[in-house]
T-cell receptor, first 110, second 111 residues
Framework: QKEVEQDPGPLSVPEGAIVSLNCTYS??????FMWYRQYSRKGPELLMY??SSGNKEDGRFTAQVDKSSKYISLFIRDSQPSDSATYLC??????????WGAGTKLIIKP | SQTIHQWPATLVQPVGSPLSLECTVE??????LYWYRQAAGRGLQLLFY??????ISSEVPQNLSASRPQDRQFILSSKKLLLSDSGFYLC??????????FGPGTRLTVT
């Protein structure tokens, strides 16, 4: 079993829809949770960073962490074609190493 | 603000040739530095990380090596490339707050 599981997709939704992206993990020591967006042939870009449980909102993006279920989510409201990218989750138990999901490819159809 | 540079952007090299990829960071001091490889459609595989000049830790046994000759410079090398070394190489920095920031990447094709 991988430490972090993420559905690779692709996930295709119409423009304007609410998108839900998810990761599950097995290590209860994880406390730092991140979401990255990666456009084709580019480096990943940090979108959201959350410590421990709870929600964090930034514009159209909301990150949610449920440590009791070992489940994290990224919601995108009013999705745009420019949101089409691969979204990677990453997490850490407090050392140097981030544990990465494989990424979900998201396609927003105009 | 901090900036991270990687070069070259793309590289095509024959099997058995040497490799040198360079990464530099601006606007921060004593960052932790990372080299990752990303295969097509896959997640990120950590290759090396460094917490200071001359301090390199390897995560995956392979024919690659890394060096950190200066505080904000990180170099990935190979003496003889294999076909399996093809991929997208990413350098990242982090200042102890767990968030990693990535460079634009180098796409390496070994032929």
């Amino acid at each position: 079993q991988k430490e972090v599981e993420q559905d690779p997709g692709p996930l295709s939704v119409p423009e304007g829809a609410i998108v839900s992206l998810n990761c599950t993990y097995s290590n209860s020591a994880f406390q730092y949770f991140m979401w990255y967006r990666q456009y084709s042939r580019k480096g990943p870009e940090l979108l959201m960073y959350t410590y421990s449980s709870g929600n964090k909102e930034d514009g159209r993006f909301t990150a949610q962490v449920d440590k009791s279920s070992k489940y994290i989510s990224l919601f995108i409201r009013d999705s745009q074609p420019s949101d089409s990218a691969t979204y990677l989750c990453a997490m850490s138990g407090g050392n140097y190493q981030l544990i990465w999901g494989a990424g979900t490819k998201l396609i927003i159809k105009p | 603000s901090q900036t991270i540079h990687q070069w070259p952007a793309t590289l095509v090299q024959p099997v058995g040739s040497p490799l040198s990829l360079e990464c530099t960071v601006e606007g921060t001091s004593n960052p932790n530095l990372y080299w990752y490889r990303q295969a097509a459609g896959r997640g990120l595989q950590l290759l090396f990380y460094s917490v200071g000049i001359g301090q390199i830790s390897s995560e995956v046994p392979q024919n690659l090596s890394a060096s950190r000759p200066q505080d904000r410079q990180f170099i990935l090398s190979s003496k003889k490339l294999l076909l399996s070394d093809s991929g997208f190489y990413l350098c990242a920095w982090e200042d102890g707050a767990y968030e990693q920031y990535f460079g634009p990447g180098t796409r390496l094709t070994v032929t």
